[in-house]
């Protein structure tokens, strides 16, 4: 008889500079799943694996879909689900969960950056691409990454809104 143990684990980073990392790891993720039309639609801490302090790995791709095609109805329920979210899911909508994933902070830079990513303008969300770009900034900056570029916003060019 086999027995099944996990070779990885759920880990919530427990401060600014190692949810920096877990977040790169998760954004380089959605990079490619967006460039190839993929949407996650599960974004959430149980569904990130920690293989060590600089590797986390997006998992779970059961509800995973093409970006722009409709809910599965078993899902629409998620308290997860970005509340502008009609009945087509988007990238921009894996962007909301992931602004989610930014929780216990004291870096005003990444809770501006969380407050991007829920933004009720989802025009103005950062891409994937864009969160990746701003965290390595961040990491190897100092703590006022977002002030630097004050204004700037990265445009959702993948969907038409």
């Known amino acids: 008889m086999f027995e099944l143990r996990p070779v ?15 977040l790169i790891c998760i954004a380089r993720a959605l990079v490619g799943l ?3 039309k993929y949407v996650h639609r599960d974004i959430r801490w149980p569904n990130i694996l920690c293989l060590g302090e600089a590797s986390y790995f997006l998992t779970d791709f059961v509800n995973a879909g093409r ?4 809910m599965p109805d078993s899902i629409l329920e998620s308290r997860l689900l970005d509340p502008l979210f009609g009945q087509v899911y988007r990238c921009c909508y894996d962007m909301y969960q992931f602004g989610k994933l930014i929780v216990d902070i004291e870096d005003a830079s990444l809770w501006q950056l969380k407050l991007n990513l829920q933004s009720s303008n989802v025009a103005e969300r950062y891409t994937a691409e864009k969160s990746v770009d ?8 100092g703590t006022r ?14 969907i038409e809104l």
Do not use: M, Y
Request: cysteine-free; proline content about 2%.
């Open 34 to 36: 967006h460039a190839l």
């Open 8 to 22: 990885t684990f759920t880990k919530v980073p427990n401060s600014d500079s190692g949810l920096i990392v877990a």
């Open 134 to 141: 701003l965290s390595f900034r961040h990491a190897g900056s």
């Open 145 to 158: 990454w977002l002030f630097e570029i004050n204004g700037a916003v990265g445009q959702l060019s993948s």
């Open 67 to 70: 970006d722009g095609e409709r």
